[in-house]
C-alpha cells in the first residue's frame, strides 16, 4: 500500500488532492494544446521551409528523443522524486517550441521537435510516477479520465486557434504563443508536489542505472538511423538501417520488461499493447491533416477540426472505463477500444475517394477517439495496479519508452513508404476548386491501412493481459480420491 492509500477519503478535488489535480491536469492541458495545435500548424511549417518531405521526421524526431529522456525520467524519480524531471522537463518542452518557431530550414525545425521531445519525456513519466505516489489507488482510474478530459477543449479549440493563427499571422506564432501556457502549472502545482510527492526515503531511492541511461542512447541514436535510411531510399542507405537496426534491437530487449515482445502475460503484455494502441492511432492522425489538405482542398482549420471530436470522445472513453462497475472487465476494455481504433483507422483512406465527403474522417476519428480512451486509461490503471511503488518510476518510463518507440517505428515507416510511393510531392497548395494536380492516393492508404491491421491485432494480443494463474488447478475442483472397499 502506498503512503496516500491510508490517507484522505476524499475525491481528487479534495483539500489533499485539489492543488495537485489542478497542477497536473494543467500541464496536461498544455500538452494537449501544443499537440493539436501544431499537428494543424504542420503541412504549412512544413511547405514553407520547403520540407515536406520531412514531413514524418517532425513527428518522429519529437518521439526519438523522448526515450532517451522517459528513461533518464523514471530513474530520476525513483532517486531523486517526480519534481526535479518534471520541472526540467517543462522547461525543456517550452524551449524546443521557441527553436521550432524561429527556424527558418527544416533540419533547425526537426531540431526543435527534439528538443521538445527532451522535455515531453522528461515530463510524462514523472506524472505517471507523480499518480502512483500521491493518490490512493482507488483515484487512480479518476485521475486517468481526469487527464483524458485535459484533451477536450484543445481538441476543439486548438485546431480553430491554431488554423486561425496560421492563416491569419503565420505558423510560427502557433509554436511561440505555447510556451506561455507553461507558467500556469508550474504556479499552481509546484508547491503541491513538494508536499505530497515528495522525494523517497534515503533507505526506499534508487540508483542511476548508467548502463539503461546507455541503452536508451542506443535505442534513440538506432531510431534516428533507421528513420534516415527510410528517408533515403537509395542501395547505401542499407549501412545506417542495418547500423541502427543492431543498436536499436538489443536495446529494446533489455529496456523492456522480459517477455514484451512475445506477449507474456501481465506487466509484458501491458507494456507491449501501449505501443501497439499508441503507435497505430500516431501513425494514422499524423497523415490526416495532410491528406485532407492536399486531396481535398480543405483549410489547415477544417482540417484540424477533422480530429476534434476525437479528443471529445478520447475524454468519454476514458471517463466509461473509470466506472467502478466496470474494474473487473479492465482488460476487456482494451479489447473493444483497439477494435474501434481498427474500424476508424480503416475507414479514413475512404476519403481519398472524391465522392465520398469529407466528414467521414471526422466521424471515423469520433469512433477511434472513444476506443483510445477506453484502451490507454486502461493500460494505464493495470500498470500501476502491478507496479510496487519502488518500481512505478522504472515501470512508467518502460510503458513509455514502448510508446514512443512505436510512435517513432511506425510514424518512420509511414514516412518511408509515404515518400517512395511519391507522397512527398504531393502539392500542398491545394484547394476545393483547385484540387493537387500531383494526385498520389496510394502514398496515403498506404500508411492507413496497415496501421488498421496493426490495431486489430492489438485487439487479439490484449486477451493476454490478465496474469496468468499460479495454479491453474485451482479453476477446477480437485479430484477426489475413490473411496477404497470396506473388509
Not at 491510508?6 to 500541464?27: C, F, K, M, N, P
Not at 502549472?185 to 542511476?208: D, F, Q
Not at 474500424?343 to 472513444?370: K, N, Y
Not at 510512435?407 to 484547394?431: I, K, M
Amino acid at each position: 500500500m502506498s503512503e496516500a492509500d491510508g490517507q484522505d477519503a476524499g475525491g481528487l478535488l479534495s483539500a489533499r488532492h485539489r492543488a495537485l489535480t489542478l497542477g497536473i491536469v494543467s500541464v496536461v492541458l498544455m500538452i494537449a494544446f501544443e499537440a493539436t495545435a501544431v499537428g494543424t500548424a504542420m503541412p504549412v511549417a512544413a511547405r514553407e521551409l520547403d520540407g515536406l518531405g520531412l514531413y514524418a521526421f517532425a513527428f518522429s524526431g519529437y518521439f526519438t528523443t523522448s526515450l532517451l529522456a522517459m528513461v533518464v525520467s523514471g530513474q530520476w524519480c525513483d532517486r531523486s522524486g517526480p519534481l526535479p524531471p518534471l520541472a526540467a522537463g517543462i522547461g525543456g518542452f517550452a524551449a524546443g517550441l521557441v527553436i521550432s518557431g524561429t527556424a527558418q530550414s527544416m533540419a533547425p525545425f526537426v531540431l526543435g521537435r527534439a528538443v521538445q521531445g527532451l522535455g515531453g519525456g522528461l515530463v510524462i513519466v514523472a506524472l505517471y510516477v507523480v499518480v502512483g505516489r500521491a493518490y490512493p489507488e482507488r483515484l487512480r482510474p479518476a485521475v486517468m479520465a481526469a487527464f483524458a478530459a485535459s484533451w477536450v477543449v484543445p481538441s476543439i479549440v486548438g485546431p480553430l486557434v491554431s488554423g486561425t493563427v496560421t492563416e491569419q499571422l503565420g505558423w510560427r506564432w502557433v509554436f511561440l504563443a505555447i510556451p506561455v501556457l507553461v507558467v500556469l502549472p508550474l504556479a499552481i502545482m509546484l508547491p503541491a508536489l513538494r508536499r505530497t510527492a515528495h522525494a523517497p526515503a534515503p533507505g526506499e531511492a534508487g540508483v542511476m542505472d548508467g548502463r539503461r541511461i546507455w541503452l536508451a542512447g542506443a535505442l534513440a541514436t538506432g531510431s534516428v538511423l533507421l528513420q534516415y535510411a527510410g528517408q533515403d531510399l537509395r542501395p547505401l542507405s542499407a549501412v545506417p538501417a542495418v547500423l541502427g537496426a543492431a543498436l536499436l534491437v538489443p536495446a529494446a530487449l533489455r529496456l523492456l520488461p522480459r517477455g514484451t515482445f512475445r506477449a507474456a502475460r501481465g506487466l509484458p503484455t501491458v507494456i507491449l499493447m501501449r505501443g501497439i494502441a499508441a503507435g497505430t492511432f500516431m501513425a494514422a492522425e499524423t497523415f490526416i491533416p495532410l491528406m485532407l489538405v492536399t486531396q481535398r482542398g480543405m483549410s489547415v482549420t477544417l482540417a484540424g477540426l477533422s480530429l476534434a471530436g476525437g479528443g471529445l470522445t478520447w475524454a468519454l472513453g476514458s471517463y466509461v472505463q473509470a466506472r467502478p462497475g466496470l474494474e473487473p472487465r479492465r482488460e476487456r476494455l482494451v479489447e473493444v477500444g483497439m477494435v474501434l481504433t481498427a474500424v476508424a483507422i480503416a475507414a479514413v483512406p475512404l476519403a481519398l475517394d472524391r465522392s465520398v465527403p469529407t466528414a467521414v474522417v471526422a466521424a471515423a476519428w469520433v469512433v477511434g477517439g472513444f476506443g483510445m480512451g477506453l484502451s490507454i486509461s486502461s493500460l494505464s490503471v493495470l500498470l500501476l495496479k502491478v507496479s510496487a511503488p519502488s518500481d512505478a518510476g522504472a515501470n512508467s518510463a518502460a510503458l513509455q519508452v514502448s510508446d514512443a518507440l512505436a510512435n517513432v517505428l511506425l510514424v518512420a515507416a509511414a514516412g518511408t513508404v509515404f515518400t517512395a510511393l511519391g507522397g512527398g510531392s504531393v502539392a500542398p497548395t491545394a484547394t476545393a476548386a483547385a484540387p493537387a494536380a500531383t494526385h498520389h492516393p496510394a502514398a496515403f492508404a498506404a500508411v492507413f491501412l496497415p496501421a488498421a491491421v496493426l490495431a486489430l491485432a492489438g485487439a487479439a494480443v490484449a486477451t493476454r493481459l490478465r496474469p496468468k494463474r499460479r495454479q491453474d488447478r485451482r479453476a477446477r475442483p480437485r479430484r477426489q480420491p475413490r473411496p477404497q472397499p470396506q473388509h
